[in-house]
C-alpha cells in the first residue's frame, strides 16, 4: 500500500535524493547517467503519446508522473555534477515562457492563434541568432532536434525549408512528387539495384509522403500511429477468427487471412 499523501514537488526531489544517496540508496538508480536514463525517458514520452491517443486519461495520469520523474532525475544528475538543479531548470522554463508569450504577460496584441505562432516562431529564430556566431549566421535548419523520431523531423524540417519559400505551392504537386518517387522504387525492384541506393529511394519516398501530410494538415507520426493501431486491430481479429476454427496464421491460409482482414475493415 503507498504511503499517504498528498505529495509535492519537493517530495518527489527528496525522494530521488534518497534514492542516489551513496550511503543506503538503491543500487540501480545509483549507476544510472545522463545516457543510460535517455532510452527511459524517451520511452516514457511515447507512453504518454500512447495514453493520449487512447483517450486513457486515468492511463495518462500515471504516465506523465512517470515522464516527470525521468525530468526530475535527470535534474538530480545535474545538480549532483555542479551543472543545474532541479530549480534551475524551473526558473529558466518560466522566464522562456513569459519571454515568448508578450500577448498574455506584455500587452503585445496578437489577433489569433496564427499570429502567436507566428510570434513564437519568430521569438526563437531569435533566439538561435542569439546564440550563433557573427562568423556562421544561423541556418533555418538549426536546432531541429536529431534524436526525434524521423517523420517528426522531416516534417519540422520541411516547415522550417517552408519558412524561407522553399516550398511546394499546392498539395496537388507534392502527390506528382510522391508518385515520382514511387515509380523510382518501381525501377530499383525492376533493376535489381544495390541495397544503399534502394535504401536512399525509401527514404525519398517517405520523405516526399511526410511532406504531403503536412501540405494536406497531417501530422505524420500521428498518421502512422493510427495506421499501426488499425493494423495491430485487424490482425488480432485475424488471429481470432483462425483460432475460431482451430487455425493457426501462415503462406497457407493466406486467402482465409485476406478475407478476415476485409471482414475486420467491415467491422470497423
Known amino acids: 500500500m503507498d504511503p499517504p499523501g498528498p505529495y509535492r514537488i519537493e517530495d518527489l526531489l527528496g525522494i530521488l535524493a534518497r534514492l542516489r544517496d551513496p550511503d543506503g540508496g538503491c543500487p540501480w538508480d545509483l549507476r544510472q547517467d545522463f545516457r543510460s536514463l535517455l532510452p527511459y525517458t524517451l520511452e516514457e514520452a511515447y507512453e504518454v503519446a500512447e495514453a493520449i491517443d487512447q483517450g486513457d486519461m486515468s492511463a495518462l495520469s500515471g504516465e506523465l508522473g512517470d515522464l516527470l520523474f525521468q525530468i526530475a532525475f535527470q535534474a538530480r544528475l545535474g545538480e549532483e555534477g555542479g551543472y543545474f538543479d ?5 526558473d529558466a522554463l518560466c522566464a522562456k515562457m513569459i519571454r515568448r508569450h508578450p500577448h498574455v504577460f506584455a500587452g503585445l496584441e496578437l489577433e489569433d492563434a496564427a499570429a502567436v505562432s507566428a510570434h513564437w516562431e519568430r521569438l526563437k529564430a531569435g533566439e538561435r541568432a542569439a546564440k550563433a556566431s557573427e562568423e556562421e549566421p544561423p541556418g533555418l535548419l538549426d536546432g531541429v532536434a536529431q534524436a526525434l523520431p524521423a517523420l517528426a523531423r522531416a516534417e519540422k524540417l520541411q516547415r522550417r525549408a517552408a519558412r524561407g519559400g522553399f ?4 498539395p496537388a504537386e507534392v502527390l506528382d512528387k510522391v508518385r515520382e518517387e514511387v515509380a523510382e522504387c518501381a525501377e530499383i525492384l525492376a533493376e535489381g539495384t544495390h541495397q544503399r541506393e534502394r535504401l536512399h529511394e525509401i527514404g525519398d519516398l517517405l520523405f516526399a509522403t511526410v511532406n504531403l501530410a503536412r501540405h494536406l494538415g497531417v501530422d505524420a507520426e500521428q498518421a502512422l500511429r493510427a495506421a499501426n493501431h488499425r493494423f495491430e486491430r485487424r490482425f488480432r481479429y485475424i488471429e481470432q477468427g483462425l483460432r475460431a476454427q ?5 503462406v497457407e491460409e493466406r486467402t482465409e487471412m485476406e478475407r478476415l482482414w476485409e471482414a475486420a475493415k467491415a467491422v470497423e
Open 246 to 250: 482451430g487455425r493457426r496464421p501462415g
Open 86 to 90: 532541479f530549480h534551475q531548470v524551473v
Open 167 to 170: 516550398d511546394w505551392d499546392q
